[in-house]
């Protein structure tokens, strides 16, 4: 039974006692009160339409719990996640769009799939590559980007995507005097109220009761009041001149953008077929560059297009059923002419129509119903576009939720198996490609507010789901008039707990390097944005440079003798008494290529500096591995010093690298006569070796005691 136990960890489970479902059911429904509002809210952050956030609340969430070896992790869609999603999609297609949610959804499935293949194979432990310190830098920094890509939504601003996330908020800086007060009000209301919440009724769910009145209140005032309009009732000349510019120029974005594509296809299929270097490959390279070019262009004069139109208020004259008769500029209407008295911005245009927006935004309509289960688009192209990305995501998502998942079971006396935790995070996001999710993870919040309801096992995931389903089946109409103002302050009050800047600190104490990987990880994060994957991919290289580096020059020390009879370092303690006869020292690291050259420097240093020396000690307690460069280096050392007639002597030296030594031949040439288990061992041999030469040395352990008087 353990043994099956083992591949279906929800078994343990069984059989279900009814206080513990009780209490399972208790924080199941606790949970889904609040994943229902952020799931849409990282929906939206994710790039998605917000309705897709429930599609990865509902199967993936069970799934997870199911199948990973944590009895509290709430899974589901967490804002990091997220926003790595966002970022790396919108360089491949404009978000929210259907090619968007396609690769979303792909993205999904493959990170499901590298962490099913680390989960199966036991490869858990590659998430020490990211250290900790990069971790909290890019966190950091990764918080303060998702919050900031907030605030276009916050004040009801529009807000640019290029390549460069900085820019893209300094344009909405430079918009905040357009801010759409109502929208603002509906978003300080909601962080008003959870911050309330939070603070004087920290059991209530503060996110739902921001929900419910912020909703309630949008459909009581009309907060959305929009309306369609068609580009024919545009009645003034030169707006309706930039109307067509915009729609013309979406259309021909679009098909430059489909001729890129199509020649970045061309341009593959050659580099297989004819090779790097062929006149073919060049030719094709130069189309695909002007593709891009072109595009580029196309994109940033619909852009500027669209910025001037924004900037026109509108207004329009309606018939006795409140229809649009015609569009006018709020400033230049006719006379004689009679208007709604209301003011609109032109939002929204493709082919003939367009959106009036006199309101605030809210979530619109959800479909009804169970996501449609199909195969994600596994087109070759697509799926090495996103491999890297998906490797990304998957270490960082699963470090995310193996960190909660280890904080409380350990609260819990429990035990957490990393490699069952990959499979079940990766089978929850290969579902999640199956039925229509993006990328999700385990959730820091959420796994709290399910530990501290009381849970007892998966089960209240389980019933997460199904609440999440119940919203789906019958629940969705009730979400139409959320702001979306409303999912942005859910959004910022949930990432402000991320902004850690302490623990970039606490890296800087612990370690200079680390501090500097954390913050040139967030300094990078920042500066890439919106590609987080850059960001994170400085910091963990970094991090592996840094350690290389650290390792490259360990700590080498020449030992005198303590008045206890222990060696001690004499830089530390610089009147300790060494010899001329023998220099011992203790070398602080693994012998490997990166320091072994280090190394043999430090020894013929060593000698250089006592020229009478006639033995070398090398206390190698410390020495944890000996690689085939440093048996090379050390054999021809022993060899070149003993020829000089001087002896290398070996103290503490561990089972692993005496087996090397074996192996090699080195120990049959250094001598069983020269390695110790102890260095006192060690010193006596030689000492004995030395005889009269150092009776008077004051290194000496057996040094005879003075003649009496």
Same mark, same amino acid.
């Given at each position: 039974?353990?043994?099956?136990?083992?591949?279906?960890?929800?078994?343990?489970?069984?059989?279900?006692?009814?206080?513990?479902?009780?209490?399972?059911?208790?924080?199941?429904?606790?949970?889904? !009160?609040?994943?229902?509002?952020?799931?849409?809210?990282?929906?939206?952050?994710?790039?998605?339409?917000?309705?897709?956030? !429930?599609?990865?609340?509902?199967?993936?969430?069970?799934?997870?719990?199911?199948?990973?070896?944590?009895?509290?992790?709430?899974?589901?869609?967490?804002?990091?996640?997220?926003?790595?999603?966002?970022?790396?999609?919108?360089?491949?297609?404009?978000?929210?769009?259907?090619?968007?949610?396609?690769?979303?959804?792909?993205?999904?499935?493959?990170?499901?799939?590298?962490?099913?293949?680390?989960?199966?194979?036991?490869?858990?432990?590659?998430?020490?590559?990211?250290?900790?310190?990069?971790?909290?830098?890019?966190?950091?920094?990764?918080?303060?980007?998702?919050?900031?890509?907030?605030?276009?939504?916050?004040? %009801?601003?529009?807000?640019?995507?290029?390549?460069?996330?900085?820019?893209?908020?300094?344009?909405?800086?430079?918009?905040?005097?357009?801010?759409?007060?109502?929208?603002?009000?509906?978003?300080?209301?909601?962080?008003?109220?959870?911050?309330?919440?939070?603070?004087?009724?920290?059991?209530?769910?503060?996110?739902?009761?921001?929900?419910?009145?912020?909703?309630?209140?949008?459909?009581?005032?009309?907060?959305?009041?929009?309306?369609?309009?068609?580009?024919? &009732?545009?009645?003034?000349?030169?707006?309706?001149?930039?109307?067509?510019?915009?729609?013309?120029?979406?259309?021909?974005?679009?098909?430059?953008?489909?001729?890129?594509?199509?020649?970045?296809?061309?341009?593959?299929?050659?580099?297989?077929?004819?090779?790097?270097?062929?006149?073919?490959?060049?030719?094709?390279?130069?189309?695909?560059? !002007?593709?891009?070019?072109?595009?580029? &262009?196309?994109?940033?004069?619909?852009?500027?297009?669209?910025?001037?139109?924004?900037?026109?208020?509108?207004?329009?004259?309606?018939?006795? &059923?409140?229809?649009?008769?015609?569009?006018?500029?709020?400033?230049?209407?006719?006379?004689?002419?009679?208007?709604? %008295?209301?003011?609109?911005?032109?939002?929204?245009?493709?082919?003939?129509?367009?959106? !009036?927006?006199?309101?605030?935004?809210?979530?619109?309509?959800?479909?009804?119903?169970?996501?449609?289960?199909?195969?994600?688009?596994?087109?070759?192209?697509?799926?090495?576009?996103?491999?890297?990305?998906?490797?990304?995501?998957?270490?960082?998502?699963?470090?995310?939720?193996?960190?909660?998942?280890?904080?409380?079971?350990?609260?819990?006396?429990?035990?957490?198996?990393?490699?069952?935790?990959?499979?079940?995070?990766?089978?929850?996001?290969?579902?999640?490609?199956?039925?229509?999710?993006?990328?999700?993870?385990?959730?820091?919040?959420?796994?709290?507010?399910?530990?501290?309801?009381?849970?007892?096992?998966?089960?209240?995931?389980?019933?997460?789901?199904?609440?999440?389903?119940?919203?789906?089946?019958?629940?969705?109409?009730?979400?139409?008039?959320?702001?979306?103002?409303?999912?942005?302050?859910?959004?910022?009050?949930?990432?402000?707990?991320?902004?850690?800047?302490?623990?970039?600190?606490?890296?800087?104490?612990?370690?200079?390097?680390?501090?500097?990987?954390?913050?040139?990880?967030?300094?990078?994060?920042?500066?890439?944005?919106?590609?987080?994957?850059?960001?994170?991919?400085?910091?963990?290289?970094?991090?592996?440079?840094?350690?290389?580096?650290?390792?490259?020059?360990?700590?080498?020390?020449?030992?005198?003798?303590?008045?206890?009879?222990?060696?001690?370092?004499?830089?530390?303690?610089?009147?300790?008494?060494?010899?001329?006869?023998?220099?011992?020292?203790?070398?602080?690291?693994?012998?490997?290529?990166?320091?072994?050259?280090?190394?043999?420097?430090?020894?013929?240093?060593?000698?250089?500096?006592?020229?009478?020396?006639?033995?070398?000690?090398?206390?190698?307690?410390?020495?944890? &591995?000996?690689?085939?460069?440093?048996?090379?280096?050390?054999?021809?050392?022993?060899?070149?010093?003993?020829?000089?007639?001087?002896?290398?002597?070996?103290?503490?030296?561990?089972?692993?690298?005496?087996?090397?030594?074996?192996?090699?031949?080195?120990?049959?040439?250094?001598?069983?006569?020269?390695?110790?288990?102890?260095?006192?061992?060690?010193?006596?041999?030689?000492?004995?070796?030395?005889?009269?030469?150092?009776?008077?040395?004051?290194?000496?352990?057996?040094?005879?005691?003075?003649?009496?008087?």
């Amino acid at each position: 039974m353990n043994s099956i136990a083992r591949y279906l960890p929800f078994l343990r489970w069984f059989p279900l006692k009814e206080g513990a479902l009780k209490a399972d059911f208790v924080a199941g429904i606790t949970v889904a !009160l609040v994943l229902i509002p952020q799931s849409m809210a990282y929906a939206q952050l994710a790039g998605m339409p917000a309705y897709y956030g !429930l599609y990865a609340g509902f199967l993936p969430v069970a799934v997870a719990a199911l199948f990973g070896s944590s009895n509290f992790l709430g899974t589901g869609p967490v804002a990091v996640v997220s926003l790595l999603t966002a970022s790396s999609l919108a360089v491949l297609a404009a978000p929210g769009s259907p090619d968007f949610v396609a690769l979303a959804i792909l993205l999904a499935f493959l990170v499901g799939v590298v962490q099913l293949a680390l989960g199966l194979f036991k490869l858990g432990v590659v998430v020490n590559f990211l250290s900790h310190p990069v971790i909290v830098g890019f966190t950091n920094a990764a918080a303060i980007i998702i919050g900031l890509s907030q605030v276009s939504k916050l004040f %009801g601003v529009p807000m640019g995507r290029s390549e460069s996330f900085l820019v893209d908020i300094w344009g909405v800086a430079k918009q905040l005097g357009d801010t759409h007060l109502p929208t603002l009000l509906m978003g300080v209301l909601a962080i008003a109220l959870m911050w309330g919440v939070k603070k004087y009724r920290p059991k209530w769910p503060g996110v739902l009761i921001a929900v419910v009145v912020t909703t309630v209140l949008s459909w009581a005032i009309g907060f959305e009041r929009n309306v369609s309009a068609r580009v024919d &009732q545009v009645a003034d000349a030169h707006l309706k001149a930039m109307v067509v510019e915009v729609v013309e120029g979406t259309r021909k974005q679009v098909d430059l953008g489909k001729e890129r594509l199509a020649r970045v296809a061309d341009l593959k299929a050659a580099e297989k077929g004819a090779g790097h270097g062929s006149t073919q490959v060049a030719s094709l390279e130069y189309a695909a560059d !002007l593709a891009e070019i072109a595009a580029t &262009q196309a994109e940033e004069e619909v852009a500027k297009i669209k910025k001037a139109l924004r900037g026109v208020p509108v207004t329009r004259s309606v018939d006795e &059923q409140g229809g649009t008769l015609a569009v006018y500029p709020i400033d230049n209407v006719p006379a004689g002419v009679e208007t709604d %008295g209301h003011a609109y911005r032109i939002r929204k245009v493709e082919d003939g129509k367009f959106k !009036l927006v006199g309101g605030g935004d809210v979530v619109g309509t959800i479909p009804e119903g169970l996501p449609s289960v199909s195969m994600p688009d596994l087109g070759i192209d697509r799926i090495m576009s996103l491999l890297s990305v998906a490797i990304v995501i998957s270490l960082v998502g699963f470090m995310e939720a193996i960190s909660i998942a280890k904080a409380l079971a350990a609260k819990a006396k429990q035990k957490v198996d990393p490699n069952q935790e990959l499979v079940g995070q990766g089978l929850a996001n290969i579902v999640g490609g199956f039925t229509q999710a993006f990328p999700v993870s385990g959730s820091f919040s959420r796994s709290a507010v399910n530990f501290n309801a009381g849970a007892v096992s998966g089960m209240s995931s389980v019933i997460t789901a199904a609440f999440v389903l119940l919203t789906l089946l019958f629940l969705t109409p009730l979400l139409y008039h959320l702001p979306q103002a409303v999912l942005a302050a859910i959004i910022i009050m949930a990432v402000i707990g991320l902004v850690n800047f302490e623990a970039v600190k606490h890296a800087w104490h612990a370690s200079r390097h680390d501090g500097v990987a954390a913050g040139i990880t967030f300094v990078a994060t920042l500066l890439y944005a919106p590609h987080l994957d850059h960001g994170i991919l400085v910091g963990a290289g970094l991090a592996i440079l840094l350690y290389l580096y650290r390792t490259m020059r360990p700590r080498v020390a020449i030992l005198g003798r303590f008045p206890d009879g222990t060696l001690r370092d004499i830089k530390v303690h610089p009147d300790l008494p060494t010899s001329e006869h023998v220099v011992a020292m203790r070398f602080d690291g693994s012998l490997y290529f990166a320091n072994i050259a280090f190394f043999e420097d430090a020894v013929l240093e060593a000698v250089a500096d006592h020229p009478k020396a006639k033995y070398v000690l090398i206390v190698g307690d410390a020495v944890n &591995q000996l690689d085939a460069s440093g048996e090379e280096v050390v054999h021809h050392l022993v060899s070149r010093l003993r020829e000089g007639g001087v002896e290398i002597v070996f103290s503490g030296l561990k089972k692993q690298v005496l087996d090397v030594m074996r192996h090699t031949g080195l120990f049959e040439l250094v001598g069983q006569r020269n390695i110790f288990a102890t260095e006192d061992q060690a010193l006596t041999a030689i000492y004995e070796r030395l005889a009269d030469v150092a009776q008077d040395d004051l290194f000496c352990p057996v040094r005879p005691a003075p003649a009496a008087a």
